[in-house]
């Protein structure tokens, strides 16, 4: 019985024994916990580090494709805007000339009832009417009538046709007389006022 046990535990020291001297002469087990090398998580990537020509190279060729994708997005704003702009001068006076169509209308309509009547007055004030609604259509597109009256002459804004002599120093340098009315498009002159000035 004693010698049966002794047995049975040699073999068990010959087995751990055996199973020691495995782990030692392979090198994918490590008996040390604290190794590093072998790392616990399967999925943990190996770090590789690159050399500075591959980082450069990768650097180049991240600034490369940022460059062509600005220079894409460049030549395609500069396509846009000159067709926008192309569009512009085309059909840049169609809200103009819509606002302007109705005055068109009254003015034929006018003609028509002209031939039907004989009284200059009915005339008169139907050429007046159409007048007033033109001015209101062109001042609601941001034009304006220059003042001449009693004003400086003003190179900027009159245009002097004409010289006045014996008006007086009061009327020195002062617009006497306005031959043609002048216009601004919001604030920039589209025609100068012609005017005669006081010498």
Do not use: W
């Not at 040699?10 to 782990?23: I, W």
């Not at 994708?69 to 103009?96: C, H, M, P, Q, W």
């Amino acid at each position: 019985m004693k010698e049966k046990d002794i047995n049975i535990e040699d073999e068990e020291t010959v087995v751990e024994n055996t199973e020691a001297a495995e782990a030692a002469s392979d090198p994918s087990v490590s008996s040390d916990p604290s190794d590093s090398s072998v790392s616990s998580d399967p999925e943990a990537p190996e770090a590789e580090e690159k050399s500075p020509l591959e980082q450069a190279q990768d650097e180049i060729a991240e600034l490369k494709d940022k460059y062509l994708r600005s220079v894409a997005e460049f030549d395609n704003y500069r396509k846009r805007t000159l067709k926008e702009r192309a569009e512009l001068i085309l059909n840049g006076g169609e809200k103009v000339l819509t606002a302007i169509l109705p005055v068109v209308d009254d003015m034929e309509r006018a003609i028509e009832n002209g031939a039907k009547t004989d009284d200059p007055q009915v005339l008169r004030e139907g050429m007046e009417i159409i007048y007033h609604k033109l001015l209101k259509v062109i001042e609601a597109q941001g034009v304006t009538v220059i003042d001449t009256n009693d004003a400086d002459f003003d190179t900027d804004i009159h245009e002097a046709v004409a010289m006045v002599p014996g008006m007086g120093d009061d009327k020195k340098g002062k617009v006497i007389d306005c031959l043609q009315k002048g216009y601004k498009l919001n604030d920039k002159v589209i025609r100068h006022a012609k005017v005669a000035v006081g010498q």
